[in-house]
């Protein structure tokens, strides 16, 4: 198939859709955009009150590989990669009443009143315990297994709270966390896995994959503004309600009410595996329905500033609340401690998580029983006296993290089975591949990469 033939439709506005379509644009392909909001970014939103400079979804990725970087290389000039500052590289997780540093060396791994000392003595054999057989394995029993109980209590809970705002005990590392699952495959060990990993050359591509963790200068929806720019704003079509996928021939032709835009070789669907069966009537529903049974984690994120911080030292990422602690919060992330200009000179941005799956009916809490919750939570964990902040805003999200649990082989062959099907259609955003900022734009990269390949 010529560049000049290929047409392609892309259901959704989020990092996935976007970067799909600016890749396909910038390979000279046709390309249009079909949102439902009137908003372009999907959960990305970046907002300016008061001298703070806040997000309403994601706030921070990992430049787990080359492909964010060399997104931010390719747009040059139209926005800058922010890295986060080296305050970053702490990370707190509370305990009893306080917050605990996650140790960082051998010293502070020995002395850290994290982890048991059963534990600690244990994790000297973990290079010679025997690699787990059952890839269905949820994560809770690898780490019990590997690193002991108080490592899945005090750091591997606090982590996933963090990245999945999930449950240990539900999440499939093979799926959820196929880096860590690789080690003990591959190397027999996570110890000597990630020592052998770490001696590996790297080529130059992949020493821009630095886990360092990444921002945009003046904002996330700055990425997205100039993305939209790479396409050119007509391309994209907002408001797009009701939207459904037809088939027409061996095309596709898309649906919104009594307006059809027809002659698409490609569909690139970005929309949740909830949105599936609306806008594929042509797909078996049984298909569909293996999809449709992932789950999500709701969250509420709270933005909060202060103009005079003065409560304690926020030299860090954040913390991290384990399951264990039986708090209401999630966890903190102390923006303007590691982003720039996010809050005035001498004050503070912060951002709450609520919810997840454990204590997902905390998003259904009134706006004031929420502040009740930040309120106590601040006063006693960032120890200050008056909780009057100058910035705060709730936003809900009731799909806002998709857990990879124990049907994930399933989902995954239903995708494959569908795309088999109908050629030219692909299942992407986050209902595979990863759920960070950085897998959606590796996946929107790679998914169009492949389209381009196609028959050219
Ligand atoms: C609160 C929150 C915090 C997060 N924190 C982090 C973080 O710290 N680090 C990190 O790396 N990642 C984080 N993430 C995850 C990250 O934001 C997402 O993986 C990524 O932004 C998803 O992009 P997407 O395009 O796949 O999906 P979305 O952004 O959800 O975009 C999908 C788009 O499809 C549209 N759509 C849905 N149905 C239809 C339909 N029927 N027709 C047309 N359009 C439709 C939606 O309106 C939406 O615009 C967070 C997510 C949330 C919600």
């Known amino acids: 198939m010529a560049e000049e033939t290929k047409k392609i439709a892309i259901v959704g506005a989020g990092l996935s859709g976007l970067t799909t379509a600016y890749y396909l644009a910038k390979a000279g392909i046709e390309v249009q955009v079909f949102e439902k909001d009137k908003h372009i970014g999907g959960v ?24 964010a970087v060399e997104l931010f290389e390719s747009l040059n000039g139209l926005c800058e990669l922010e890295v986060a500052d080296s305050n970053a590289k702490f990370r707190w997780i509370w305990k009893g009443h306080q917050w605990q540093p996650l140790p960082s060396g051998l010293i502070s791994a020995v002395t850290t009143p994290l982890f048991s000392w059963y534990d600690k003595f244990r994790i000297l054999g973990e290079p010679f315990r025997k690699p787990g057989t059952n890839p269905d394995e949820n994560l809770a029993s690898l780490v019990k297994r590997r690193l002991g109980k108080s490592f899945l209590d005090y750091a ?102 009594s307006n059809v835009a027809d002659g698409f070789t490609h569909v690139v669907n970005t929309a949740g595996s909830y949105a599936l069966n609306t806008l594929f009537p042509f797909v078996n529903t049984d298909e569909l329905n293996v999809i449709d049974r992932l789950k999500y984690a709701r969250v509420a994120q709270v933005s909060i500033g202060f103009k ?6 926020l030299k860090a990422f954040g913390g991290l609340v ?62 200050i006296d008056q ?39 692909f299942l992407a955003g986050n209902i595979r591949d990863g759920i960070g900022m950085a897998d959606r734009i590796k996946q929107g990269r790679l998914v169009a990469e492949e389209i381009i390949k196609q028959n050219s």
């Open 44 to 67: 990305i939103r970046t907002m300016h009150k008061n001298g703070f400079t806040y997000e309403c979804g994601p706030n921070t990725g990992v430049l787990s590989g080359p492909e």
């Open 156 to 257: 591997v809970d606090p982590f996933i709270l963090g990245i999945y705002s999930g449950d240990p005990e539900y999440l499939i590392p093979k799926y959820a966390l196929p880096k860590l699952y690789n080690l003990e495959q591959n190397y027999g060990s996570f110890i000597k896995g990630s020592i052998k990993k770490k001696k590996e050359p790297k080529d130059e591509r992949m020493q821009k994959a630095t886990r360092e963790i990444f921002s945009v200068k003046g904002g996330l929806s700055k990425l997205i503004d100039a993305l939209v720019h790479e396409i050119g704003s007509e391309r994209i079509h907002t408001g797009c309600e009701n939207l459904q996928v037809k088939q027409d021939g061996d095309q596709y032709a898309i649906v919104i009410g």
């Open 308 to 313: 005079q911080w003065k409560g304690i030292d």
């Open 322 to 383: 384990p399951s264990k602690e039986n708090k209401d919060i999630l966890g903190v992330l102390f923006l303007s401690s590691f982003l720039k200009d996010r809050a005035p000179k001498e004050g503070a941005l912060l951002s709450i998580f609520l919810g997840g799956m454990r204590k997902s009916h905390l998003v259904d809490l009134s706006d004031d029983e929420i502040i009740d919750i930040i309120r106590n939570s601040v006063k006693e964990m960032m120890k």
């Open 387 to 425: 909780f009057n902040p100058d910035l705060l805003e709730i936003h809900r999200y009731e799909h806002a993290i998709p857990q990879y649990g124990i049907d994930s082989k399933d989902k995954l062959e239903a995708i494959a089975s569908i795309e088999k099907q109908y050629p030219g259609l």
